[in-house]
């Protein structure tokens, strides 16, 4: 009678110890899951995409940029619904042509608008070197084009027909590959100087290929 008390009891304990390490188990991953979920996952589509966005500030020259002061930075706006999560924290610690890259995140056009803030976005967006317009965007691809017009931003987007929009650079997946096309006139209307290297790799060139527009 005894040792069958002993075992009762001894198999409480067991029971109870494992009910607390549930317990403390799930306050645990409680206290974690806030944050796991504001960390946002990164596809590796757009890990590529953000390592394509540095590497084009290298093979495109902007006017004037040899006269352009050293310590002000080169700025890349990523405007509409962030797809990239953190994939730029690798790059802001880079610098490219001997200069800092800077990127900055902007809401979608209605949301700034709503906002009040459509007006300073617009300023900064206008300022900077590289444009990623995401596919939130989708709709005001033609609006967010001509507010650049006549400026020397490089844009860049992933959707569908960006090329025949009015974008200079178009992102395109070939397979499980990240792609992209150049628009060599647009890029000439920004007054925007393609490099040959940056041409020979895209997948779709349109437009001339002028001395002007592009070069070694």
Not at 59 to 84: C, H, M, Q, R, Y
Not at 124 to 134: S, V
């Amino acid at each position: 009678m005894d040792n069958t008390r002993k075992v009762t009891s001894i198999i409480r304990m067991r029971i109870r110890a494992y009910n607390l390490m549930v317990l403390a188990l799930v306050l645990l991953m409680a206290a974690i899951a806030p944050d796991a979920l504001a960390a946002p996952v990164v596809s590796s589509e757009y890990q590529v995409k953000a390592a394509f966005l540095y590497n084009f500030i290298k093979f495109v020259d902007w006017p004037g940029e040899d006269a352009t002061d050293s310590n002000e930075p080169v700025v890349i706006v990523v405007l509409g619904k962030n797809p990239f999560g953190g994939a730029f924290k690798p790059i802001e610690n880079k610098q490219v042509k001997e200069r800092d890259v800077s990127v900055k995140y902007f809401k979608g056009l209605e949301e700034l608008e709503k906002s009040g803030e459509k007006d300073k976005a617009i300023e900064a967006i206008r300022k900077c070197q590289l444009l990623f317009i995401c596919p939130s965007e989708e709709a005001n691809l033609r609006e967010i084009i001509n507010l650049v017009k006549n400026r020397s931003v490089l844009t860049v987007a992933d959707s569908k027909d960006f090329l025949d929009s009015g974008g200079i650079i178009e992102f395109v997946m070939d397979g499980k590959k990240v792609r992209f096309g150049i628009n060599v006139t647009a890029a000439k209307s920004a007054k925007l100087k393609v490099r040959s290297q940056l041409l020979r790799l895209a997948k779709k060139v349109v437009g001339e290929k002028e001395t002007n527009g592009a070069e070694d």
